[in-house]
């Protein structure tokens, strides 16, 4: 993008395709009959189907691959304006603000999305990483720990500026559950990396520091949003246009706390020899279920945001944060049809939701690059 003022929370573009390449994924793992281990392109059997259901899966691996690469190009994209705002002095001002801060967490949620999209989509079209998949655990622990050092150091950092400066309550937003969201991206990895790996070693290390990352996460998460309901409840009124996307960004907190607990009990059934099938239900169900009232709830509470702002001809940098609810909310749910009840209403549902989380994609996409000059349009934009 050329756009002439960078923020980190640019990166939730890229981190909101990389999620959307997740629930087709998903909904093939889940749903769609086929051997051990995660679905592979030969799985599906092409040659076999009839010309319906050819369409239809054909549809599936097209989102796939489309969404792929614009997660890469996006990704690439932002790390190198990343690279130059860190070098700006602007970077010290921001990164001192507990108020502001919390945005640095965008590129590393999106960087260890970039992991999950290896391991899932990219895996599925490519035959030889998905024949020998265990071959690439230890590179992607290595690489996993490598990300989980700076996360924890950048996470204790802001920590300990929050603690020292202060700052004014009233002024926080849900966009403050960036720090438990990227932790918990961060801990769906490894305990993905321990549930898979079928060295022991390499899933007990893995294992281990998820239950670092994923019990910091999961303290941060509530009480932060103790925090923020308490505020909320104090003032009047929804507050500005800004802050309101992110009023939804509970349901990927809740989504990825909940899969990480889910391959958790994979990892404790391989290597401990555990039975947790009533675990399982309890987990996926208890979240999809939460997850569907507090949806309903925030829609409800945006729908005069919906009319006045998000389908007005403007953009700001945090409507890219409506993409993440509903993918985890997508995803989740061929969780559910799969471990929970096989009905039609589960799947159609992650069919609609993901249809809808594309149109809202797209659309913010193509205000962003008006905003950025690329295309032609009148459009207000996020100064």
């Not at 319906?52 to 990704?75: A, R």
Request: aromatic share 16%; net charge positive.
């Amino acid at each position: 993008m050329k756009d002439k003022k960078f923020s980190p929370l640019m990166f939730l573009a890229s981190l909101g395709a990389g999620g959307i390449t997740i629930i087709p994924f998903a909904l093939l793992q889940y749903t769609f009959p086929h051997g051990k281990g995660l679905v592979k392109i030969a799985d599906i059997g092409h040659a076999n189907l009839p010309l319906l259901k050819n369409l239809f899966f054909y549809s599936l691996e097209g989102v796939m691959l489309f969404f792929t690469l614009l997660h890469i190009v996006l990704s690439v994209i932002f790390f190198k304006k990343l690279i130059g705002f860190i070098k700006n002095t602007e970077y010290k001002n921001f990164i001192n603000d507990p108020l502001k801060n919390s945005a640095i967490m965008a590129p590393f949620i999106s960087i260890v999305m970039t992991m999950n999209v290896m391991i899932g989509p990219i895996r599925f079209f490519i035959p030889e990483i998905a024949a020998n998949l265990q071959t690439f655990m230890l590179p992607a622990l290595i690489f996993w720990i490598f990300l989980f050092i700076l996360h924890i150091r950048m996470e204790i950092k802001l920590l300990k500026i929050s603690f020292e400066k202060g700052f004014d309550v009233d002024k926080i937003s849900f966009g403050w559950l960036l720090h438990p969201f990227a932790l918990a991206m961060l801990t769906v990895t490894g305990t993905g990396i321990a549930a898979m790996a079928t060295s022991a070693s390499i899933a007990h290390t893995a294992a281990f520091l998820s239950f670092i990352s994923g019990s910091m996460g999961m303290f941060l998460f509530v009480v932060k949003t103790i925090s923020i309901f308490k505020k909320h409840f104090n003032t009047e009124g929804l507050g500005d246009k800004q802050f309101l996307p992110s009023f939804l960004i509970v349901i990927p907190n809740v989504t990825l706390y909940a899969i990480s607990a889910f391959r958790i009990g994979h990892y404790l059934e391989r290597h401990h020899g555990f039975h947790l099938d009533s675990y399982f239900l309890f987990v996926i169900v208890g979240a999809f279920a939460f997850e569907t009232w507090y949806l309903l709830f925030g829609i409800t509470l945006l729908k005069d945001y919906f009319k006045r702002h998000h389908f007005n001809k403007e953009f700001f940098v945090s409507q890219w944060g409506l993409i993440c609810p509903f993918v985890a909310y997508s995803v989740l749910g061929s969780f559910v049809y799969s471990v929970f009840l096989p009905s039609p209403i589960f799947y159609y549902t992650v069919l609609f939701v993901m249809i809808v989380t594309i149109v809202f994609y797209l659309d913010l996409l193509l205000r962003n690059m008006r905003c950025a000059g690329i295309i032609k349009g009148k459009i207000e934009c996020d100064k």
